[in-house]
Each structure stands twice: as structure tokens, then as C-alpha cells.
């Protein structure tokens, strides 16, 4: 009976259709490799979209969470607790930022970033009441809440949930001329991801980030990067503005400041912007709770200890060029920075993910076209040639 059919069977039957995953059903994860119910071995080549930079059950984050969970895990914003102002001042002191509010999922921080934005806008900038606007871009992906899929440009993860929240103004992504138009004296804040992730792995020109950040700069408009996925070591730099040496004004986290153990989010900011928040303006009952600090802590100090913007800086470029050594005429284009990888195919990508996942490699289709290869930052190099062996059999004529 434990086979993955029977659990996919199982799940089917009670969950809501709103993903198409691989029939895959894992019970086991150790650094790179997940195991599934029939005790076949996966390499881990999408990390939960980057959730998982320091691999799965890393022992310096198991270690932190254990001690924590048996002394209190949630105290509530009501209350101080011991751990978070250790977890913001780490997050603030390897960022630079003077301030940093954490929630639970990315959306949340999304929001979070949002109203801090608008208030901003109002009571610094002073922009008339309810006309502020924030600038995003197409092809954009901030999260699934009504507010933010009421600013994407994808008509799916629309249809159906309207009406929106008015205020945004979209433009197209790699064009800082298309953001200097579209500011006016409403305009407070531009929403860009430094890498389009969802968006099929998308690298704006170099220079887009910091042409575009010196526009908001001249205009007073903050500049707010979304690195939930191309943050904390992904993209070859602890952020990926920093390849352009671009500070937002406001920078959002996700994902991989869990570690993989328990949604944690934050945004980033200094004092002039942050300030603006005042008691009840915004909380999470979850955000901050002492659970989530021990292990944002933990998951911080794996990354800086470990090394792993720096890995996947060298892995990740090592490891385009052998993936552009395979000769397809159904291979578009092979992109990415640091361990985030996209090889664009000419057709739909999900039988490729199939096959893949067939020869020990999960991997996960992006924007239909794209097999997006993001394994944990942990990965050895003689583990990515494990990787590229199988690979090569998928994609080679
Ligand atoms: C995943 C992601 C989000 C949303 O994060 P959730 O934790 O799924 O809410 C937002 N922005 C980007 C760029 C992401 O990759």
C-alpha cells in the first residue's frame, strides 16, 4: 500500500486542484537528496523554489529549533520574547538595513512592503490622500493574495478574483525609460524582482537595476526588490542588487530565511521609512515568534558560514556552461545567475521534468517552457556532475 500512487490517490481525493505537482511522495530529505515512499533517492533540484538554500534538515537548524520548541515557541506581539530582537539585529547587521519587520510568507512581507510604501507615501512624500501608486512590472510574481495577483500580468492567477486593489500601474520588465514615464507626483514606490524567478528565470539588461534605482532616487520613489527567491545566496550574492551595488530603499525576504523549517519573511529598511508604522498599524500573530527567530538565526548563520552565496556563484556558473555544451535544437537559451537556472526549451517543459524525474532528478517547469534547475546551495560539485550525467540523457537528441 505504500506506494505513491496510493498517497497521490489520498491527497487528490481531499485537496483543492490548485497544483499540478510531479506524482511524486516524499518522506525523507538529507542536505541535496529527498527519498520518496517506495525508497527511490531524488536529486533536489528546485529546493521549494529556493526555500531550501541550506538543503533539507540541515543539522545547525534542526539543532536550534529542538532546544527552542521545548522552551516556547509563541508568545504573540503582545509580548516581548528573548529571540527577536537577536534575530533582527543578525538581519540587520549582515544586511546593513537599520530595521527589519518580520512576518510569515513572502505575500505577507509583500503586503507588508506595500503599506509601508503607501504610508510612506502619504506622510513623508505627502501625496494626496488615496492616490498613491506603486509601479510593477509585467510578467511580475509578488505572491497569490487578491492584492497582489490584482498587479500581475498573468490572466490565470487573475481569472475569477477580481475586482483588485486599484493603485498599481504595470510596465514592462528590462525598461528603465517605460519607469521614467510612469512616474508622477503619485508615484511612490517601484516594485521589481532583480531576477524574474516565477516569470521563467528573466535577467534584465545589466545596469536595469541601477539606472532604474537612480530614477527612483531623482523622483522620490522607493525602490523596493523583491528577493524572496533570489536573495540569501541564490543568485551567486547575498542579493541579487548587489551584483549592480544597488541598496533599495526597501528589500523583501523569504523563503530561505526559514531555512525550509517554518515560513518566515521580512522586510528591510532603514529608520526614514520604517518610522513611519506606529503600534496597530500592522501585525502577524505568528511573525516574529520566538520559533521562527531561533531558526531565521540558524538558517542566517548556515548561509554566512557556509558560504553559500559564494558557492553558488562559482557552481552555478560552472554549471551553465556545461549545460550549454549540450547541443538540442530544442534548447532556446541557458540563463541564470548563481544556482538559479533556466534552460528555455522550444516546447512545453513538463515531459522534460517527467524524464527527469524518472533518471533521480526533480525539477519543476516554469512558465511552461522553462525546467528550472535550483538546487540547494549545499550541493557538491561531483553531486551537479550526477546531475549533469542524467540531464544530458533528457536533453540530448
Ligand atoms: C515565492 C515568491 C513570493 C511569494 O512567497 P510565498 O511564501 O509563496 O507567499 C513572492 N515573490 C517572489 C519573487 C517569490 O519567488
Known amino acids: 500500500m505504500k506506494t505513491n500512487e496510493s498517497y497521490v490517490k489520498l491527497t487528490e481525493k481531499f485537496s483543492a486542484r490548485n497544483y499540478h505537482p510531479l ?16 525508497g527511490k533517492k531524488y536529486l533536489d533540484m528546485l529546493s521549494a523554489y529556493s526555500a531550501l538554500n541550506q ?9 536550534a529549533l529542538n532546544i527552542q520548541v521545548k522552551k516556547i515557541t509563541l508568545t504573540s506581539r503582545a509580548f516581548h520574547n528573548e529571540q527577536l530582537g537577536l534575530f533582527l539585529k543578525k538581519l540587520c547587521t549582515l544586511t546593513g538595513y537599520e530595521k527589519a519587520l518580520p512576518m510569515n510568507s513572502g505575500a505577507e512581507a509583500v503586503e507588508t512592503a506595500i503599506k ?13 490622500k488615496n492616490r498613491a501608486e506603486i509601479i510593477v512590472c509585467e510578467n511580475n510574481f509578488h505572491g497569490r493574495t487578491t492584492t497582489i495577483v490584482g498587479f500581475s500580468s498573468e490572466s490565470q492567477y487573475q481569472d475569477g478574483f477580481g475586482p483588485f486593489t486599484p493603485g498599481f500601474k504595470m510596465i514592462p520588465y528590462n525598461s528603465p525609460q517605460a519607469l521614467k514615464r510612469a512616474i508622477n507626483e503619485n508615484t511612490v514606490g517601484f516594485l521589481v524582482e532583480p531576477i524574474q524567478g516565477e516569470g521563467g528565470v528573466i535577467i534584465p539588461d545589466k545596469g536595469y537595476l541601477k539606472e532604474c534605482y537612480n530614477i527612483c532616487k531623482k523622483n522620490k520613489v522607493l525602490f523596493i526588490a523583491d528577493e524572496i527567491q533570489t536573495g540569501l ?25 526559514s531555512g525550509g523549517y517554518y515560513p518566515v519573511s521580512a522586510i528591510l529598511c532603514d529608520n526614514r521609512i520604517m518610522n513611519v508604522l506606529h503600534p496597530g498599524d500592522h501585525g502577524s500573530t505568528f511573525g516574529g515568534n520566538p520559533l521562527a527567530s531561533v531558526i531565521g538565526i540558524a538558517a542566517l548563520d548556515v548561509i554566512i558560514k557556509e558560504k553559500l552565496s559564494q558557492r553558488a556563484y562559482t557552481l552555478g556558473d560552472w554549471f551553465r556552461k556545461e549545460l550549454r555544451k549540450i547541443k538540442n535544437p530544442v534548447i532556446k537559451e541557458v540563463r541564470g545567475k548563481g544556482l538559479l537556472v533556466g534552460v528555455e526549451l522550444k516546447e512545453k517543459a513538463r515531459k522534460y521534468c517527467e524524464k527527469l524525474m524518472n533518471l533521480g532528478i526533480l525539477a519543476k517547469e516554469t512558465h511552461e517552457m522553462v525546467v528550472r534547475f535550483a538546487p540547494p546551495l549545499v550541493i557538491k560539485k561531483k553531486e551537479l556532475q ?4 542524467r540531464i544530458k540523457k533528457v536533453l540530448h537528441v
Do not use: M, N, S
Not at 234 to 255: H, M
Not at 386 to 389: G, M, S
Open 55 to 63: 538543503g533539507h534538515c540541515h543539522p545547525r537548524i534542526v539543532k
Open 116 to 128: 509601508v510604501v503607501r504610508k510612506w507615501g502619504y506622510y513623508k512624500k505627502k501625496v494626496k
Open 233 to 257: 545566496g541564490r543568485a551567486g550574492r547575498l542579493f541579487a542588487c548587489d551584483y549592480e551595488k544597488v541598496r533599495p530603499d526597501i528589500v523583501i525576504i523569504g523563503k530561505a530565511l
Open 386 to 389: 550526477w546531475a549533469l550525467v
Open 23 to 38: 506524482p511524486v511522495v516524499l518522506t525523507k530529505g538529507k542536505g541535496v537528496w529527498v527519498w520518496d515512499v517506495e
